[in-house]
């Protein structure tokens, strides 16, 4: 248990890093035969800007030719321009700006900095307002001081620049190597070969910050993870599993139990998805919660069900998303019950979800085996179980629900939060975690 001096160093030291800021300076484009005297008189501009001195550290984004880049400024003659500076500039020259500014976000990231100030032109604005969109997220707070032009930046037009900035910082991600080892997709035994499918865990992708590393497949607005990143994932997800981006949809979490029978207008948000489409890929999210599949090899019809495990939102499974999407699939595509088999992904297990004991008193009336301790303050609610239950009987056969387990470990309980090397974990990790998925195509 944390104590309450603990707490309230936790909360100051978060309160210190959100006011936090450091400053970038763009150099960028200065290949004029003036551009040394530019250099300059741009720097001398920013010593103006900044009071001749801050204490925010300082990082220059330059391109490789230019007098920065190519050492015709010697190290010595910057700290010289940087004097009243709480540091040195962190110079940046990369071969690209994608690189130039991933580099920028991981040095920030290390500090947990998410406050920055751009100094550039109203031009390199533009241009740095692609990338903020591209590979940051509202986490960050972003300020910009238009300080300088550069006649000599032939900036492109705004859409040509967004498909430009996309391409190559695509490229650029698609080189970076994997961290934590190579993608590891766990299958089950029960689906028809005519299904692809798969279970994602959290190796092989190129998220590096801790508890987002390094195979998180969603982007949530509130953490650090990009939606680039989380697009380089999924692509190397789909290479590793035989299936292409464009074909993949993800459910968008409401915590209910409605369903989305694609084809149809879409809800705005929604906890169930199904489809009797070739080739679409269908998926799931999860981290505690289950991602739950359902194949049908009769009617050649699937679905995907996010069963929430949440405090918050456990509702969503005692409101029978399971069988809401089953019951898609009889209504839509003609699929009987019996036919269906559905597999149970990872999720949290018994051992380490727990919840008020009003609200386990529910799990409890669906079965006593789903929930132990009853009789304590908060006890363990086995959730998996509880859906088990209420898919047999809503006329899943038992023989047709498939309790995902770890390869070569079928006597183990697979739970998110007992293993930190394969998944991510709300309850675990707490608010910024990462999302591993459950997909399922008809080949």
């Known amino acids: 248990m944390t104590s309450i001096a603990e707490r309230a160093r936790l909360r100051v030291t978060r309160q210190q890093s959100e006011m ?24 001398g501009e920013f010593r103006a800007l900044t009071g001749n001195g801050s204490q925010e550290p300082v990082f220059i984004i ?39 500014l991933y580099d920028f976000k991981q040095a920030i990231d290390k500090e947990d900095i998410s406050n920055v100030k751009i100094v550039t ?3 390199g604005r533009g241009l740095f307002q692609v990338y903020q969109e591209l590979l940051f997220t509202s986490a960050y707070n972003f300020e910009y001081s238009i300080m300088f032009e550069n006649p000599s930046c032939d900036c492109c037009p705004p859409g040509q620049c967004t498909a430009d900035a996309e391409r190559e910082l695509g490229t650029f991600l698609q080189h970076l190597p994997a961290l934590k080892g190579d993608i590891a997709i766990l299958r089950a035994s ?8 798969g279970f994602s865990t959290r190796t092989g992708g190129i998220s590096y910050i801790s508890t987002l590393s390094s195979l998180n497949l969603f982007c949530n607005p509130r953490r650090k993870d990009s939606r680039a990143v989380v697009a380089e994932n999924l692509r190397r997800l789909g290479l590793q599993a035989g299936f292409h981006p464009h074909q993949f949809n993800l459910i968008k979490c409401n915590h209910a139990s409605d369903v989305w029978v694609m084809g149809k207008p879409a809800p705005d948000s929604y906890d169930g998805m199904v489809t009797n489409q070739v ?5 799931a999210p999860g981290a505690d919660c289950m991602p739950l599949l359902f194949t049908d090899p009769i009617a050649k ?27 898609a699939m009889v209504s839509e595509f003609g699929s009987r019950p019996a036919d269906i088999v559905c597999v149970i992904g990872p999720s949290v297990g018994p051992c380490c979800f727990t919840l008020e004991q009003d609200s386990a008193r529910e799990f ?14 908060k006890p363990y609610v086995d959730i998996r179980h509880a859906t088990r239950i209420l898919l047999e009987r809503g006329g899943i056969k038992p023989e ?4 995902l387990r770890i390869p070569h470990k079928s006597d183990s309980t697979l739970c998110t939060s007992c293993h930190p090397e394969l998944f991510f974990s709300h309850v675990r990790d707490g608010l910024n975690f990462g999302t591993q998925i459950g997909f399922v195509w008809i080949k």
Do not use: Y
Request: hydrophobic letters at 40%; glycine letters at 8%; aromatic letters at 6%.
């Open 20 to 43: 936090a800021a450091v400053t970038l300076l763009d150099l960028t484009h200065t290949r004029s035969s003036q551009c040394d005297i530019w250099v300059k008189k741009r720097i």
């Open 62 to 100: 330059a391109d490789p030719e230019s007098p920065v880049g190519t050492g015709r400024f010697a190290r010595s003659s910057l700290q010289e321009m940087f004097i009243g500076f709480s540091d040195s500039p962190q110079v940046l020259c990369k071969s690209s700006l994608s690189a130039a």
């Open 121 to 123: 032109s109203s031009r």
């Open 190 to 197: 029960f689906i028809s070969d005519c299904f692809g499918h």
């Open 279 to 283: 080739g679409v890929v269908i998926a």
């Open 301 to 327: 019809a699937i679905g995907v069900a996010h069963a929430v495990v949440c405090v918050s939102g456990w509702k969503g499974t005692l409101m029978g998303i399971a069988m809401a999407t089953v019951n």
């Open 364 to 377: 409890h009336a669906i079965h006593p085996d789903c929930v132990r301790r009853i009789d304590s303050s």
């Open 400 to 403: 047709h629900i498939e309790d």
